[in-house]
């Protein structure tokens, strides 16, 4: 069996697998503080753990043991693979992709369509343990259809451009133009996704 706490809407359709957990209310707020809201068709797996606060579209789906911390604005068909954790206050568009053991940090904005593969981490504290650390957490802005890497690392307050793609096991630690391709680490341009080509000749090119 789940549970849901105090004050959760969940819209028709659902299903929700045993042990889940919704609208658990954050630290320094009672149950039932905060609006929990999941549209229809949601798929929540086993042990998934969604606290209080999150607004959330139509069909969501998550893996097995995905966690998704509070006040978070989540929009239709996204989809958060096996054992991913969303901080808090983050804001996720139509279509977004996080697959497996992701990190997406407090303040990162991802738009639509864009796609992170297993292992990504992103990052919002420039300088951790400075005293004023807190007072300048700025995730990450993935933009619209921008792809990232498995394993890759996005450092905070950058910026990876519209249909960008970030190699596996980049290191980005600044801008990314849109409809480039950047790898390495620290990551550099090699291409643009308009020079990629398929290596089955399935198809001419992959993003045009």
């Known amino acids: 069996m789940y549970k849901t706490f105090q004050n959760v809407e969940i819209g028709p359709g659902a299903q929700i697998g ?24 949601a798929l929540i797996r086993s042990h998934t753990v969604i606290y209080a606060g999150n607004h959330i579209g139509d069909n969501f789906e998550t893996g097995h043991h995905v966690m998704v911390r509070e006040e978070n604005s989540i929009s239709n068909q996204v989809s958060i693979g ?16 996080i697959h497996s053991q992701a990190f997406v940090p407090e303040y990162t904005v991802l738009e639509e369509g864009c796609w992170l593969g297993p292992n990504c981490v992103l990052t919002n504290v420039l300088h951790p343990l400075c005293p004023k650390a807190k007072e300048c957490v700025k995730g990450p802005i993935i933009k619209r259809g921008a792809k990232i890497g498995a394993n890759a690392t ?55």
Do not use: Q, W
């Open 18 to 41: 045993d042990y889940a957990l919704i609208g658990v209310p954050p630290r320094g707020r009672k149950e039932g503080d905060l609006v929990t809201r999941i549209g229809k068709n």
């Open 82 to 97: 096996t054992l991913s954790v969303v901080e808090h206050h983050v804001t996720i568009a139509d279509g977004v992709r």
């Open 154 to 208: 996005i450092s905070p307050n950058v910026t990876v451009g519209e249909m960008a793609v970030v190699g596996s096991g980049a290191v980005v630690v600044a801008d990314v133009p849109a409809r480039t391709v950047v790898a390495g680490n620290p990551a550099h341009i090699i291409k643009t996704i308009d020079e990629l080509t398929c290596p089955f000749n399935l198809i001419d090119n992959p993003y045009s």
